[in-house]
């Protein structure tokens, strides 16, 4: 079984060092996408050199980079691939459960920071809980699915089924449309539960999508274009 484990990572030089320091204890093949980070990212990453590079010139945002971690796991003959955030928010040591529950069956694992609480768990920033819980009753009232959580960045695919998924998302919207595309073809999905850990709470997304209004109008827009793409009717979606 060949894996791969990816982290997407944007001005993440605080953070970048330690966190791979972790994620190496429980995997080998580790990627990571240096999505233009302009604080210095760059050089922590060239001084660890048991790790793959892929560096975009430019920031084009983070569903861009985890396309490229999708393509590079596809073009390299993997059959797994995790994917895990660089900011700390998510514990390498669970990396283990994730590729545990990918079975032969399962097409992809998310973690979910809702579907049960831990010892500890953070109080999440009320407007990202609430837009997370819109957007992930819409998602599964639309698709049919079962989500708790449709924004959580770990997970673990298999890459045979990421092959079949068309995506073109470039920023934060990205997993919408990856939810879209696993309901067309009828992926196989579980959620495994994760802690909620927010360590920067005012963390911005940038620019706009800061405004929550505007955020949800964003997922919005993206949700309904995904569907038009994927062949749904779209006629009073809102409509519950």
Not at 71 to 87: K, M, P, Q, R, W
Request: proline fraction near 6%.
């Amino acid at each position: 079984m060949k894996i791969l484990t990816a982290l997407p990572v944007y001005n993440e030089s605080e953070h970048v060092t330690p966190v791979l320091r972790q994620v190496v204890r429980y995997v080998s093949d580790i990627l990571v996408v240096d999505d233009g980070s302009t604080d210095g990212t760059d050089r922590a990453l060239e001084a660890i050199p048991w790790i793959r590079v892929v560096r975009h010139p430019t920031n084009r945002g983070y569903g861009a980079a985890l396309r490229t971690a999708f393509s590079y796991a596809i073009s390299e003959g993997y059959d797994i691939l995790v994917t895990i955030d660089c900011d700390g928010q998510h514990e390498p040591c669970r990396i283990p459960d994730f590729l545990a529950a990918c079975t032969d069956d399962v097409d992809i694992v998310s973690g979910s920071r809702y579907l049960r609480r831990f010892p500890g768990d953070s109080e999440p920033p009320p407007d990202r809980q609430r837009i997370n819980h819109i957007i992930t009753d819409e998602l599964n009232r639309i698709l049919g699915l079962a989500l708790t959580d449709a924004f959580c960045g770990f997970k673990a695919y298999r890459v045979a089924s990421l092959s079949q998924l068309e995506l073109t998302e470039d920023g934060y919207a990205m997993p919408i449309e990856l939810w879209v595309q696993a309901a067309k073809h009828g992926l196989k999905i579980v959620e495994l539960p994760v802690p909620l850990i927010y360590f920067e709470e005012k963390r911005a997304f940038g620019g706009a999508l800061d405004n929550a209004d505007i955020r949800i109008g964003v997922y919005r827009a993206v949700l309904e274009r995904s569907l038009q793409r994927a062949g749904w009717r779209v006629e009073n979606m809102w409509q519950p």
